[in-house]
């Protein structure tokens, strides 16, 4: 039977405990954070002491004579919380009780049709101030190289970012109206995206039909035929009409145009998870696979995936304009992110350059300018002010990066990271600097 897909609509309301100004309950002590809280089953984000931008993760469940359902998508609406919210929709309920300023934690029952009711604890962590303006935070314009103003660029971060010149600055813009050609997990993918992009400042990205159906076209394929690109070794990025049914394009420019696409295809990732939220974690951990998604000048995509069995397939494939001065620059973890991971494990397709010691490294420190820029000078250093060794990366050093993104420069430490806040300075020509701090942990 065909998998019942469709999105939810969710009202969040305060229940029994008074809210603070900020969303929080004064009376206990818990005024949970502003910005961008993730989880693996639910995103959402806190702003004017609302919950926004809330989204499902997909989930599914088995019924009777094997029926499957599955829910998931953004949850649309605008709802007051404190201590805790609870969640009506038609299709049931979701609980959950905010345990300090940085973590909430709950269940959800939700009925997908008349198939199967899908129950799961949920849990979710702020990520980080997104830099709204209703937390007082004012936006400095654009400079000559694509950062903002001094005192506007670090008053947009909060002082996170205490440089000369500026990433970002950090937005809000609502992400474009979901496309009626685009299923749940595809539409899902367009607003968890805009959610990575606003925290750091890049414009939002609109969904493509066209670019979804064939990246959902190339999935089903690589699924179909994971046998011959086991045995043969060829790229998941291109098809072999010789495989069988389901061939749409070698590679992923012939298929965009294939589905119908007439724009300028700039580029494809694919990971193996099979779900939006998962595969958008893992693409932004990486070096190279980032860069497409968080570039300011990507303006469409298009997402699809595949799973059976063991085998499942993520694809994105881009449109992108080309850079101009005003772009911002995009930096990776954004200035005062919490919760970033400790480690990475290296695992990306082209490999990157290996630590001394080998991976599991830090993690990723990425900065996106808009042409390529030379850095004199690249620290990384704790709490202390100690110095932490880190390998670092640019189109002089790595070259992936020289052949896929000469503007951008990276580092990532030698080890993992303890818990604790650390910053990243860099020196251009010139003697500007671009710095900022992120903390590993809460």
């Known amino acids: ?36 809280w993730q989880g693996s ?8 002491g609302k ?20 829910l998931s998508g953004p949850l649309v609406g605008s709802w ?10 038609a299709a049931g309920t979701v609980n959950g009780n905010f345990i300090g300023d940085t973590s909430v934690a709950g269940t959800l029952e939700l009925q997908t049709g008349a198939c199967c009711t899908i129950t ?4 979710a962590v702020w990520v980080g101030d997104l830099g709204d303006a209703s937390n007082g935070d004012t936006f400095g ?17 909060g002082g996170a970012s205490f440089g000369t010149i500026h990433p970002g600055p950090a937005q809000n813009n609502p992400s474009p109206a979901a496309l009626s050609c685009l299923a749940s997990d595809q539409q899902a993918a367009v607003t968890q995206l805009n959610e990575y992009r606003n925290a750091v400042g890049a414009p939002v990205v609109d969904g493509n039909c066209a670019l979804a159906q064939a990246s959902k076209a190339h999935c089903d ?32 420019w012939d298929r965009d145009a294939a589905a119908g696409f007439t724009g300028q295809p700039s580029g494809e990732v694919i990971a193996f998870i099979g779900s939006p939220a998962g595969a958008l974690q893992g693409w932004i951990d990486t070096v190279y696979h980032r860069l497409p998604l968080l570039s300011p000048t990507t303006q469409l995509i298009g997402y699809g995936a595949k799973k059976s069995g063991g085998t499942a397939c993520d694809t994105i494939d881009t449109s992108a304009r080309n850079a101009v001065k005003t772009d911002p620059t995009i930096v990776w973890p954004w200035p005062g992110q919490h919760n970033v991971p400790a480690s990475w494990n290296g695992l990306e397709g082209p490999t990157p350059p290996s630590p001394p010691g080998g991976f599991p490294s830090g993690p990723v420190v990425t900065a996106q300018f808009w042409k390529t820029t030379t850095v004199t000078a690249h620290e990384l250093t704790d709490a202390a002010g100690n110095a932490v060794a880190h390998t670092w990366l640019d189109y002089k050093t790595d070259a992936n990066l020289k052949n896929l993104a000469p503007e951008t420069v990276g580092l990532y430490a030698n080890k993992p990271l303890s818990a604790g806040t650390y910053a990243v300075k860099l020196t251009l020509t010139g003697g500007d600097t671009l710095a900022w701090n992120f903390t590993v942990g809460k």
């Open 120 to 123: 799961a604890a949920w849990s």
């Open 1 to 36: 039977m065909r998998a019942f897909l469709c999105s939810v609509l969710l009202i969040l309301t305060a229940c029994g405990s008074s809210t603070s100004s900020g969303g929080g309950s004064a009376s206990l002590g818990i005024s949970p954070k502003p910005g961008l």
């Open 141 to 157: 314009g654009a400079d000559a190289g694509g950062g903002s103003e001094t005192t506007g660029g670090e008053t947009a971060w």
């Open 80 to 89: 007051a919380y404190g201590t805790s919210f609870r969640a009506v929709p």
């Open 41 to 48: 089953d639910l995103s959402f984000r806190l702003v004017d």
């Open 51 to 70: 919950v926004t931008a809330l989204a499902l993760t997909p989930h599914t469940c088995t019924g009777a004579k094997s029926c499957k359902g599955s």
């Open 221 to 252: 394929f690589y699924v179909a035929h994971i046998s011959n690109y086991n045995s043969s070794g060829l790229s998941p990025h291109e098809e072999d009409t010789s495989y069988g049914a389901g061939f749409t394009g070698v590679n992923f």
